[in-house]
Structure formats: C-alpha cells, structure tokens
C-alpha cells in the first residue's frame, strides 16, 4: 500500500515514467492532469555532448474519463536544445509513444479505446466524442490513424475467399455542382465481409488491388460475381482466369425489365401516336408487367393479359414480357436445385428469335452471351 502522495498520483494516473505536477478543476468542465515525463537527459544527435531543456509546452490530449468525469492529461513536453552554443542542431522536442503519439490529439490509451469502441461495438465516432468531451473530427482522425495502422499490420485478414464480388458504389457528390464520384467496393459473398473500397468504377484501381494480394491467393476464388459491367469481367478474366463468373440477379432482371419497358413505350407510340396516357391500355399496365408472374393474383393475371390483348395488336409486348419472366425463372429455387440454364428453361422459346421485336433479342442475346461465359450461373451464401 502506498502512503505517498505524489506516488499515488502517478498510480492513478497509470502512465509509466511521469510525474504529476498538478491537478486543475475546471468548474462545468474537464479535469485536467498536468504531467511531464522523467525520461533521462538525452544527446544531442550530432555533436553527442549533453543536451539541456529550452522550455516545457503544454499539449493538451483527449483521455479517458477518471472517476466519471471528463479528463485531460496537459503533458509538459521537454523541448531540448543542445548546451554546445556552436552547434548547429536546432531545438527537438521530445517524444513518448507511450503517452501519445505525435501529432495525435489524444493519448495512446484513449485512441486505442475509442478505435475498439468504433471497430468492435459498432459505436458511432459522435457517441464516443460526447462521451469523452471532445470534437468529433479528433475521435474520427483517431480511428482513422489507429485502424489503418491494424489493417496494415494484418495483411491475412481476409483468410480464404472464395466468392469475390466487385459492385460499383456511388461514394459521394463533390463540388459546387455536386459531381458524381463512383467507388468499387470488393466483397467477400460468402460471408459477406467488405474487404476494400478503391476508387473509381473502372478496372485499375480492383486489377491493382488483386495484383498486391498475388497469385496463390487469387487462385482460391472460385467464384466471381459482377454486374453487367465489362470493366469488371475484364478485371475477373485477367486476374481470376479460372473462377466461375456469376450475373448478379438484380442487374440481369433490371436489364431485362428495363427492355421490356422500352418495348411497351415504343409500341404505345406506334400503335396510339403518342405517349402513355392514363386511358391507354399498355400504359395501364406498366406495373403489372414488372411485377413478378408468381405474386400476380388470378385478377391480377386476368388484367394484365386483357390489356395486352387491347394494345398489342402484334405480340411484342407479351414476348417481350415472356422473354423478362424466362430471365427471372433461371434464379427460381427449382432451378438452383436441378441446375439448369436457360436453353432448359420453360417458355423461353415463346418468340425468343430474331424475327421479334429488338427488345426480345436484346434480352435473348444477353442472356445467351451470359450463359455461354457461365456468367448467368446462380448463386447463394
């Protein structure tokens, strides 16, 4: 047990070779603990004579909360100077990882908690800054330093990926005229782990970002998933030859909803000589033809093919649709279980060819182009 009392305040204050000089009760605010370290006179780097203190600045540094109170530890830094006058090194100011690192408004044990508060219990960066009392660019700046710190000191965090997908992201909008900025965001599917955030959406940034983790680790991927973008199939046939590469659904079943909302606009120009009014059958049912088949009720179904029949005099439009559900059928629970793609699929010959409308074909030959480089393969966690 210590009885005394500057040794005690070091004990409570908990940083090793520092000494307390004094305590500040700042009413309505922080507690503030003044120390300065005991760390021995060091020498000078160029001369190697002996070095003498020129001053002792305060640092004020964010701390953790002492006995539910708001805390500052005011660190006396010594600012040293070489004692040879014809010397030609300046003044250095001394430095101790162990209460903070340079340049860091906090100390090293509050940084290191609020990175864990932020990483590990998922709480927000302005939680912690109340919390503590301080700005919230000082938590964020933190985290930011003390997490990027782990990251590179984990290179094999990710372990084994199997499934890497790769998704263009809006990231922001900058600048007085709000500019679009895209992201790739990199992602592990099968556990759904966020890997990395690189810039752009082209295939630079994910080739360079494959290349720095080297061929044995890209030789476990055995499954790529992708947009219908060719920058990133460009990326997965350069980096990942070998991985199976899968259509997301969602991009395949919006390219096939959004050809056949072209063929209904077009052909309700051509049959009616203007666009979509609210008495028009076609544009009566524009909802119907996007919604799933399955969750269509029989009056529902009934509906929809009545208004078909009144404003597609020609069958595009019910191709079209028909091509759309065939697209969908192919990520339907019976064919994940039996395997079968699109040539094996229902109603997929219901005017699939070239003699229909383009929107058909555009749908027939994307779907065909997808399946024929097993892009078009299903795939769940």
């Not at 204050?13 to 060091?42: F, I, T």
């Not at 895209?182 to 556990?191: A, E, G, H, L, R």
Request: charged content about 25%.
């Amino acid at each position: 047990m210590e009885f005394d009392a500057t040794r005690m305040c070091e004990l409570l204050v908990g940083l090793p070779d520092v000494s307390v000089v004094g305590v500040e009760d700042v009413v309505g605010g922080p507690l503030r603990v003044h120390v300065q370290g005991r760390s021995p006179r060091p020498l000078c780097a160029d001369c190697g004579g002996p070095a003498k203190v020129k001053d002792r600045p305060p640092v004020d540094l964010v701390d953790l909360p002492a006995f539910g109170r708001q805390t500052q530890l005011v660190w006396h830094k010594h600012r040293w100077v070489c004692s040879d006058d014809e010397c030609t090194v300046g003044s250095w100011t001394a430095a101790d990882p162990r209460i903070a690192w340079p340049r860091m408004a906090m100390t090293d044990r509050a940084g290191r908690w609020a990175t864990e508060q932020v990483g590990r219990h998922a709480r927000s960066v302005n939680e912690i800054a109340i919390e503590l009392g301080c700005d919230w660019h000082t938590i964020n700046d933190t985290v930011l330093a003390y997490g990027t710190a782990l990251v590179d000191d984990d290179p094999d965090r990710f372990g084994v990926v199997e499934a890497l997908g790769l998704d263009e992201v809006l990231f922001a909008r900058l600048g007085p005229f709000h500019r679009q900025h895209f992201s790739t965001q990199i992602v592990d599917v099968k556990v759904g782990q966020l890997l990395d955030v690189v810039r752009g959406r082209s295939g630079k940034k994910p080739i360079e970002w494959l290349e720095a983790k080297g061929k044995p680790w890209r030789d476990q991927v055995r499954f790529a998933t992708l947009d219908m973008s060719s920058a990133y199939r460009a990326v997965f046939n350069m980096m990942c030859p070998d991985a199976t590469q899968i259509a997301d659904p969602f991009h395949v079943v919006k390219l096939a909803n959004t050809k056949l909302d072209e063929c209904r606009r077009r052909v309700q120009n051509e049959t009616m000589g203007h666009r979509g009014r609210k008495s028009d059958p076609l544009y009566r049912c524009r909802r119907l033809l996007t919604k799933a088949d399955e969750r269509l009720a029989a009056k529902g179904k009934d509906k929809l093919l009545g208004l078909l029949a009144a404003g597609d005099p020609n069958g595009e439009v019910t191709t079209a649709w028909r091509a759309k559900e065939a697209v969908r059928t192919i990520y339907s629970p019976y064919r994940r279980r039996a395997g079968n793609g699109l040539g094996r699929t229902p109603g997929c010959g219901l005017g699939c060819h070239r003699s229909t409308a383009g929107s058909s074909i555009t749908i027939a030959h994307t779907v065909a182009m997808e399946t024929s480089d097993r892009r078009l393969a299903p795939w769940t966690r």
